[in-house]
Every structure is written in C-alpha cells, then in structure tokens.
C-alpha cells in the first residue's frame, strides 16, 4: 500500500511564489520517477514536472525558468517551487510517482491534490 500526501498548496498573488509538496509511504521499494501534474478548470490533466531516480529532471514548456521540481532521497519526497506565478498557474497540482512497492509491482500512484490559486 503506498500513499502520495501533497501540502502546501493555497492563494498567491500573480507574481508570486509558492511551494507545494509530496511525501510517498508505504510499503516502497525504489522509486523511479516523480512527478507533477496539474489539471486546472474545464482542462486536462498536463505533466508539469517530473524527475528521475538520478536527478533528471523535465518541465512543461509554460513553466521553464518559472519552477523548479527537487526531491529529497532520504524522505521519499518531491516539491515542485513555484515563482512567478501566472493566473493560468491554477489549477490542481497532483503528485505522481512511478515506484516499485515491496511485493515487486511497479505502478504510478497518485495524490489527492493541491489547490493553487494565483488571483490578485
């Protein structure tokens, strides 16, 4: 049983910057890529960032130069820094990970999501 648990969401004004989190627990074996996405009103859901089990990271076109995805190795964590934020910022952020659990099935998982609102 693994569990993404994303916080840090809320309001932000345009220009702004805000952090949002995941940590996975669980049962984990390896984790091989995390990741965020985002789904923002009457929108699909789009990759924004993700990296890899070795630091790779890539983002959306919309949000290079603007956020930054990290993760800390020992705490099964990703964020995802966000500044400058833009209204089109909001939407849901959703945490993804890739990850082999301890019984040896590989599979995404996904959070519950965070609400970003970047509103003046």
């Known amino acids: 049983q693994v569990q993404l648990v994303e916080s840090g969401g809320g309001l932000v004004q345009p220009g702004g910057s805000l952090r949002v989190s995941c940590v996975a627990s669980g049962s984990i074996f390896s984790i091989y890529t995390m990741a965020w996405y985002r789904q923002a009103p009457g929108k699909e859901r789009e990759l924004v960032a993700g990296i890899t089990s070795v630091g790779i990271t890539n983002y959306a076109d919309s949000v290079k130069g603007r956020f930054t995805i990290s993760r800390d190795y020992t705490k099964n964590a990703v964020y995802l820094q966000m500044n400058s934020l833009k209204p089109e910022d909001t939407a849901v952020y959703y945490c993804?990970?890739?990850?082999?659990?301890?019984?040896?099935?590989?599979?995404?998982?996904w959070g519950q999501g965070t609400q970003v609102t970047v509103s003046s």
């Open positions: 993804q990970s890739v990850l082999r659990v301890g019984g040896g099935l590989t599979q995404d998982y």
